[in-house]
């Protein structure tokens, strides 16, 4: 299965645009078809900016609405406990899913964040955006014997 790095961004973009490529992403990892790999720090992220008056006024979901997502997003992922370190990204705020890819032996980072799509791959994990990975879904894989 495809372990994959999702940026705050694509999930709040998913929020606000429920049939967007990031909407397609965060279907396919409720469907079990990709493994989000994340950590405590980034669903604290996606959670406070979730909760923001200003986003919340604009998404109109209630805070229950929102729980609920971030519980169906918990489940589907793989938590990674947030050990490693590091210091790459022109944006600090942006290293925390450099880190996690590593700690959790990720395939992809998916981010609509030019800091890190700039960068184009971390320890070669490539950094791609929400439809350049759907594009990549969306080919043949051969099949694992």
Known sequence: MIRVVIDTNVFISAAFLPHSKPAQIIDRVREGKILSVTYTGILEEITRVLLSPGVRKRHGLTAREITNAMEGLIQGAEITPGIIQVKESRDPEDDKFLACALEGQADYIVSGDKDL????????IPIISPAAFLEIMAKPRPIKS
Request: aromatic content about 12%; charged content about 10%.
């Open 117 to 124: 799509t700039d960068l184009t791959s971390y320890q070669g």
